[in-house]
């Protein structure tokens, strides 16, 4: 006589699969991507406010050996790298900035323009609200002259990419290496609202910005930007 075969229950086989995806879910979030959305300007035009980004939080994990770094996907931060981080005034808020200077370089704005380390770099991505100017007379605007700084070990400066409408290391110094949350990686949504609409949605009245989402999510996507790799 056969012996009885032991069968889970379908509402066990269920509870046991939810229980992983949702284990699952909490490692990716903590460990390896996460949702970010652009609500303010300082990154124009490069990435805009509505854009919703993932970011790489294991792209810049500590590895135990060289053979860890050459095996895994890891890397140092690198200059022109796009990260968010959490801000060093407030850290339960999310910023995201480029990186300019790294530990050990002398970083300094000259006419708005950034030199390092006495090289003026080549800067592609910056966006400027007002012309760039060869003269003296914003001798006293951060936007147009700052430092010469010298970055301090496990230290980053940071510039957001819309020069002259940025919050920025300028203004509140230098980024901790340990307030680095993640690279970002691309865009896998885009929606065009005004600024305050866009706030409103995820701050008091949730219900109507959600509604406004959902009612204009075809007009108001922007597809062009989905899937966009961030550079």
Do not use: C
């Not at 808020?93 to 970083?107: A, E, M, Q, S």
Request: glycine letters at 6%; charged letters at 25%.
């Amino acid at each position: 006589m056969a012996e009885p075969t032991f069968r889970k229950s379908t509402v066990r086989e269920y509870f046991e699969s939810i229980v992983v995806a949702v284990i699952l879910a909490l490692f990716v979030r903590t460990f390896v991507v996460q949702a970010f959305k652009i609500p303010t300007g300082s990154m124009e035009p490069n990435l805009l406010v509505g854009d919703h980004l993932l970011v790489n939080k294991f792209i810049f994990s500590p590895v135990a050996s060289s053979l860890d770094r050459a095996v895994m996907p890891m890397r140092d931060i690198r200059r022109g790298d796009v990260i968010v981080f959490k801000f060093p005034e407030d850290p339960e808020r999310d910023f995201i900035k480029r990186v300019i200077g790294l530990p050990g370089d002398t970083v300094e704005l000259r006419n708005r323009q950034v030199t390092i380390n006495g090289t003026r770099i080549d800067e592609p991505y910056a966006h400027y609200l007002f012309p760039v100017s060869d003269g003296e007379g914003e001798s006293y605007d951060v936007r147009a002259k700052y430092g010469p700084v010298t970055v301090p070990p496990a230290h980053y400066f940071m510039m957001g990419d819309n020069r002259d409408n940025s919050q920025d290391s300028r203004y509140w110094g230098f980024l901790p290496r340990d307030y680095v949350k993640g690279k970002a990686l691309i865009i896998y949504w885009s929606y065009e609202a005004e600024r305050e609409d866009y706030e409103e949605a995820g701050a008091a009245d949730t219900v109507r910005g959600l509604w406004s989402v959902f009612a204009h999510f075809f007009t108001k996507t922007r597809w062009d930007r989905m899937l966009h790799q961030i550079r």
